[in-house]
């Protein structure tokens, strides 16, 4: 374990999976520890606080560090393997990350780990963890589950004070049972 130390590249990490992770720029840290596998750098700074980082490759990869901010990680991974994996923890950001030059990216929820698998020499890769689909797929989920009820009362209220009529009422009656039908199969997996 290391104190308040700066990471000045291009100095190798090596951890259990057997890869070099070196840093492009100078980087800052607090403390250097294996956790699961990986490299794990606490109160990594680089233009700030990026709080908990791991990085980690397999055997025969070069995995350099290029930049990192509040959202994304960018780094090079040499290799004369074809495929081969890189692994990165950033604890700030709990959801998989979309990435470009990649092949697949799998997400260990348990970890916090992503398995970032890549094809070739040089290869800068990039993920991005401001995908918000996560985020944004529940909050649209319990919309679509209100909104038959939400028209339904607002309907309600219309035909209270004679805003529509009583067929249109009707359509929007059924259109809401159908929708609170859909909602329900839906949360039943169907």
Known sequence: MAQAFTIDGPTNFQSNDGGNVRF????TSRQLY??????QFAFLGYGGNRGI???????GVNMTIISV??????????TLLGTVDTYVH???????PAGTNTDTIV????TETATVTTTGNGVIVTLNYAVFSDTLNENFNIFIAMFPIVAFIVSLE?????????????YVMVIAVVGLLLVAIRAFGV
């Open 24 to 27: 492009g720029n100078i980087f």
């Open 90 to 96: 950033y604890n700030n950001n709990d959801r998989t």
């Open 69 to 78: 901010n509040q959202y994304t990680v960018k780094y090079n991974v040499s």
């Open 107 to 110: 997400y260990n929820h348990a």
């Open 53 to 59: 980082l791991g990085f980690s490759c397999d055997p």
């Open 158 to 170: 219309a035909k209270k004070q004679n805003l529509i009529s009583g067929t249109l009422m009707a």
């Open 34 to 39: 294996i956790m699961n596998t990986l490299n």
